[in-house]
C-alpha cells in the first residue's frame, strides 16, 4: 500500500527567508504527486501537480524518485503562505483515491 | 472553478441517532465523489470512494452499514452516520472530480463538523 510522510508537523520561517516542506512516499509503481494547501477557515485546493512542472504562487516542487521524495520549496516566503500543507499521492489504478500525508503548518513571521 | 458544498457545516446530535450530510457539486457533473474524516490536528483519512448509479467503495476498516453513502444524482452524494457515537465526531470533508476520462484534479468541499453528544 502506498504511503505518504511529512516529517515536520511545524516550520516557522520569518518573512523573506526559504522554506521547504518535505515529503516522501512509498509506492512501488509510478504515482501521481501533488500539494494541497489549506488557508485558515477554508476548504483544501490544490496547489501543486508534478506533472505540471509549474510554479504557483513561488512554490516549486521536484519529483525525485530515486530518493521519492517531492518536496515542496519557495525561495522567499510571504506572510500569507502561512497555511496548512498537504503532500498526497495516487495511483491511477485505484481510481484517482488520494492518500495524505499528515500535514505541514507553515507559519511565516513578519 | 469548479465548487462543491457541503450542508450542514455543523451539526450536534445524540447518541444513537442518525445524521445525513450532503455533498454537492454545484457547476459540474461528478461521477466520482470522495469521503475523508478529519481528526483535530490529523490528516484526511479516505472513508470510501462514492460512484454514481453504484455502490461505494469502502477503505479497510470502515464499517460501511455506519457510514451509509448514497450516489444518486451526478451532483449530489450522502454520508449517513447511522446510531452514531461520541467517537464518529469529527470532521467530514468530501470531494468530487469532474467528469471526463482524463479528470484528476479533487475538488474539496468545506466539511461538516459532526458532535455526537
Known amino acids: 500500500a502506498q504511503r505518504v510522510t511529512q516529517p515536520e508537523k511545524l516550520l516557522s520561517v520569518f518573512k523573506g527567508a526559504p522554506v521547504e516542506l518535505k515529503c516522501n512516499y512509498s509506492?512501488?509503481?509510478?504515482?501521481?504527486l501533488f500539494w494541497y494547501v489549506q488557508y485558515s477557515r477554508q476548504r483544501l485546493q490544490l496547489l501543486l501537480r508534478?506533472?505540471s512542472r509549474e510554479s504557483i504562487k513561488g512554490f516549486t516542487a521536484d519529483l525525485n524518485k530515486g530518493e521519492t521524495s517531492f518536496h515542496l520549496k519557495k525561495p522567499f516566503a510571504q506572510e500569507e503562505d502561512s497555511a496548512m500543507y498537504y503532500c498526497?499521492?495516487?495511483?491511477?489504478?485505484?481510481?484517482?483515491?488520494?492518500?495524505f500525508g499528515g500535514g505541514t503548518r507553515v507559519l511565516v513571521k513578519p | 472553478g469548479a465548487v462543491v458544498s457541503q450542508h450542514p457545516s455543523w451539526v450536534i446530535c445524540k447518541s444513537g441517532t442518525s445524521v445525513k450530510i450532503e455533498c454537492r457539486s454545484l457547476?459540474?457533473?461528478?461521477?466520482?465523489m470522495f469521503w475523508y474524516r478529519q481528526f483535530p490536528k490529523q490528516s484526511l483519512m479516505l472513508m470510501a470512494t462514492s460512484n454514481e448509479g453504484s455502490k461505494a467503495t469502502y477503505e479497510q476498516g470502515v464499517e460501511k452499514d455506519k457510514f451509509l453513502i448514497n450516489h444518486a444524482s451526478l451532483t449530489l452524494s450522502t454520508l449517513t452516520v447511522t446510531s452514531a457515537h461520541p467517537e464518529d465526531s469529527s470532521f467530514y470533508i468530501c470531494s468530487a472530480i469532474p467528469g471526463g476520462a482524463y479528470s484528476y484534479e479533487q475538488y474539496f468541499g468545506p466539511g461538516t463538523r459532526l458532535t455526537v453528544t
Open positions: 508534478h506533472i
Open positions: 457547476d459540474f457533473q461528478a461521477t466520482t
Open positions: 498526497a499521492l495516487t495511483v491511477k489504478a485505484a481510481g484517482n483515491k488520494l492518500t
Open positions: 509506492y512501488s509503481g509510478s504515482p501521481e
